[in-house]
């Protein structure tokens, strides 16, 4: 099974801090995405990879970064966390082979930011 | 740019009723593809169909059928005989293209929480 892990489910983090959200995959996948999750907002792209050193901007990237130095590892840096970065992130890998093939999802990481 | 609009926030549906999400979408790809997924409470995302713009039957899969309708830009969820572990939110996305560097991330809407009563 393809398997795709966020290195931490919950974090509580203060303002001002510099936060690192690992994301880890094990299928070799070429494509791999941060997305934040917010109610009533549905799923918003950060970030995305796809290859390594590789990154291209999402939708809302302000206020992120990314580094991919591994192909199964990409993380997302909240240089300076504010409040409003309050949500779940969700990180996704997806293999470039076909277009119809779906993007595998890790478990979320609800970040806190105080 | 690509827009998904799911215009259900929530549902209630008996138990082993058909159920109907809807989505529509924007676009002005030729080349596209809908996906749909399911988030529980628990917070994963679970692939469960997916419809190519160029496929000419409706996906299925299992008790899951894509109600794909290209003129009308609509591609609505079916769930035949639902069931109570069918309670979530479900989210219906769109592959678009951002650059010529090969990736590809998928436009989402914002979801419709459907809830399965006995």
């Known amino acids: 099974d393809v398997k795709v892990t966020q290195s931490s489910r919950y974090l509580v983090k203060r303002t001002g801090e510099k936060v690192f959200l690992e994301c880890v995959q094990d299928m070799d996948h070429e494509n791999m995405f941060w997305y934040r999750q917010d109610p009533g907002l549905g799923l918003r792209l950060i970030y995305f990879?796809?290859?390594?050193?590789?990154?291209e901007k999402g939708d809302i990237p302000e206020g992120y970064s990314v580094s991919r130095e591994k192909k199964e590892r990409f993380s997302l840096i909240l240089e300076s966390a504010s409040t409003n970065q309050t949500s779940m992130y969700l990180c996704?890998?997806?293999?470039?082979?076909?277009?119809?093939?779906?993007?595998?999802f890790g478990q979320g990481t609800r970040l806190t930011v105080v | 740019a690509q827009k998904i609009t799911q215009t259900q926030p929530g549902m209630f549906v008996q138990e082993k009723e058909a159920v109907t999400l809807d989505c529509t979408y924007d676009t002005s790809d030729q080349s596209y593809g809908l996906f749909w997924y399911k988030q529980p409470s628990s917070g994963e995302m679970i692939f469960l169909i997916y419809q190519g713009s160029y496929d000419e039957q409706n996906a299925t899969e299992g008790r899951y059928s894509l109600n794909f309708q290209k003129a009308r830009k609509s591609a609505n969820l079916v769930i035949s005989a639902s069931q109570l572990g069918d309670s979530a939110m479900y989210f219906c996305a769109m592959r678009g293209v951002y650059s010529g560097g090969g990736a590809d991330g998928l436009t989402f809407g914002k979801g419709t929480h459907l809830i399965i009563q006995p």
């Open positions: 990879s796809y290859d390594v050193k590789m990154k």
């Open positions: 996704a890998s997806r293999t470039y082979d076909r277009p119809n093939t779906e993007a595998f």
